[in-house]
């Protein structure tokens, strides 16, 4: 596929979207951005709007059809798969084209054609379409199993009540509309007649300067066997239904797309989204007159699997377009494990959102998990220890601010650790019948809720013990490195601790021996984009890190990580002008808690995107991130009362950052080595000198060597590209991009 033809066929992201903001005035069909005019076109053109042609969904497809000079709209005929549908189109608002829902595609290959009916030497245009069901998969491999349905359980916000149900296999479920309204006392509430305005409506002001009746319309359904849910303002007294060709007056053309928080496998649909309707101490966007979008395969707490939350991103979207029309350009927004989603999904699957605001942020999420998992093998390693040990020397070992840390988030561990094998269960949902969960004596068929295990489609199988191939290792590291050289700890502790520490085995169990890592899911990890490197989109798009500092307290969104990912950017890119990063204050509900809302830091982001769209230039969109980024907008923090401070000096001492266990043993601070190379123990790592018994004892400890993390980690390749799909576990190929 060449660039013009990418270009053609891409929903009206960067590729189309800049062309439609060069133009004086944006011209749009509902909500779909179009050229203002087609007049010079060199031939007849079908174009598709909602999705790539090979990723359809759902049986129907918006199209575009642009007549050249010396064509008639009135003499073409459009069909699909030889069925005439040209009364599907009417009339776009620029001159020379045609747009139309096009419906009754067939699941797989489809072809649509136009042509004149004169002979007018207009050559005939034919656009291939690949349709797959609205219930997936398309890119993220085969269905989960098993997978339990929660429709009856998902209950609707301020309306109340459940979906019911699921009518089949896939959890689906009908399609409905509820509508809520903001009160004058300031809560929403259910609008039960949506014939009738309630006494208490109160009205708001959207970023276009339009004030409106603030009501919204809330559509829930099903697809990719997930629950979405989309919500815009919109009044049914007085505003005609929106759709396709009529925008609702209270939408401003932007869609903001919402992702929740959480890490764990899934096996099942999920009884919440990444939230529509958003809390007023968040900042309240939806009265701004942003659609929303999110569903609860978007929400890392029911399934950590990014592929499929790609994936699901692109179908919503898509049922979006064609229900209400392309929206200007679309922005991520979400916290924690909604931020390692935005990361991932901006690498891996660029044009799905032109810029994003993530709050509490992760690259993503096996290096998320991995100084965590640290936690219950240092714990296991001080308890069983010959030495003394105090808090404080935990601390420095463990790096973060307190060794609370790993006390509070020891449990993220069920990462690594199915549930069954141990005491707990925190690495499925409650959600998945007991029965159905692993247990190695009594069901070794099970479900197994690890990471990997949940990303098996990517890593595939290991045929030594027909699980999920695994990335963990922790051979080589030395645990304690920088508390040993700062003095925190005598060389005794330090020795012991490593000789203690031990590893996972396949289970999840503690176990003697160091976890040592498939090589091969060391490599898939890093071909395919689980490991977050900057590459991909990450470079074209703004990017807003925003967080209250909370390292002090043990709380498990460190700041550390926000350092991390800029580290990363920079590696893979040269620099990260295209990243900011802003801290605020914990204290309370005050101001300075409260002094980067995430309404405050979307609204940056859009600004950004706006400043870049009005670029004409024809430098690449990622010059034109860095060369459009809002005057004055840095990196800053705020006190407690909210005053803000961009001298990086004063925020350190104000917010210092801390560290974590793998930091703290050596490696450098992007932190994105899953297996690191080896060394003979060396003595130029210690700040103390070691006699030549202590060394030969180290090197007991460590008969394979140490880190020497001066190289590129074992099977640290690039990424092998964007848009890859999963046909069946463990194997990717380059989709269409």
Known sequence: MNKDDTMRSRPSEWSGVLAVAALAAGVFLGGIAVAASNRGAPKLELVSLS??????????????????????????????????VTTSFRPGPASGSLVGLVTGLAV???????????????????????????????????????????????????????????????????TRIDYVYRSTDGTRQPLSNPAVHPADLAQTTTTEGRTVNYIVRVETGTINRAIYQIAM????????????????????????????GGAKAGYHQGRTTGGVLQSASGGDVLALGYAMAASSLN???????????????????????????????????????????LHSINQNYPGLMLGFAARNSFAELLTFGIPLSD???????????????????????????????????????AGYKPAGAVTDSAGCDVGIPPALIYHPVTNPGGARCTWHDNLVNVFGWDPNHGFARRSLDNVGVQYGLAAFNDGAIGFEHFLDLNARVGGYDIDGNIVGARSVADPEAVRIAYRTGRINS???????????????????????????????????????????????????????????????????????????????????????????????????????????????????????????TKSNPRLAAGEPLAQDVLKCRLKEVDPGDYAHPLT????????????????DYSRRGVEQVPLAGTWLSYPRPGHFQRDHD
């Open 51 to 84: 999705a790539h042609p090979a990723r359809v969904s759902g049986g129907d497809v918006l199209v575009q059809l642009n007549v050249p000079a010396g064509a008639r709209v009135d003499q073409v005929v459009v069909s699909l798969n030889g069925r005439n």
């Open 108 to 174: 797989g290959r489809n072809t649509l054609t136009a042509y004149t009916t004169v002979n007018s030497g207009t050559a005939p245009a034919r656009l291939e379409l690949v349709n797959h069901p609205l219930s997936g998969p398309i890119l993220s491999g085969p269905h989960q199993t098993p997978f339990i349905c929660e429709t009856a359980s998902f209950v609707l916000p301020v309306t109340g009540g459940v979906l019911g149900s699921p009518l089949d296999a896939d959890c689906s479920v009908a």
């Open 233 to 260: 303002l919109h009044d049914p007294v007085t505003d005609p239904t929106p759709d396709l060709w009529t925008t609702s007056p209270g939408w401003n053309g932007r869609l903001l797309y919402s992702y929740g």
């Open 299 to 341: 929400v890392f707490g029911n399934n950590a699997n990014d592929v499929l939350s790609a994936e699901t991103t692109m179908m919503v979207k898509e049922h979006f377009i064609e229900r209400y029309g392309l929206p200007r350009y679309t922005l991520g927004t979400g916290s924690s494990g909604g931020s390692m989603q």
């Open 375 to 413: 936690c219950a093998l240092l714990e296991n390693a001080f308890n069983t220890s010959t030495q003394t040990w105090t808090f404080d020397q935990k601390t420095a070992v463990a790096g973060w601010g307190t060794w609370q840390h790993c006390l509070n988030n020891r449990t993220w561990n």
């Open 534 to 656: 900057g590459a991909g989109g990450l470079a074209s798009v703004p990017i807003v890190h925003f967080r209250p500092y909370r390292d002090d307290i043990g709380d498990v969104h460190d700041s550390i990580r926000s350092y991390s990912m800029r580290a990363r950017l920079i590696a893979t890119n040269g620099h990260a002008d295209n990243h900011v990063i802003l801290v605020s204050s914990n204290v309370g509900t005050g101001a300075g808690a409260l002094a980067v809302r995430e309404v405050e830091a979307i609204r940056v982001v859009d600004q950004w995107v706006e400043n870049v769209l009005n670029d004409t230039s024809d430098d690449p969109a990622a010059v034109k991130v860095v060369r459009n980024r809002p005057a004055g907008l840095v990196d800053a923090c705020y006190t407690d009362t909210g005053v803000r401070i961009t001298d990086q000096t004063v925020c350190g001492q104000l917010y210092p």
């Open 692 to 707: 030549a018994d202590q060394l030969a004892r180290l090197a007991a400890v460590f008969p394979e060597g140490v880190c």
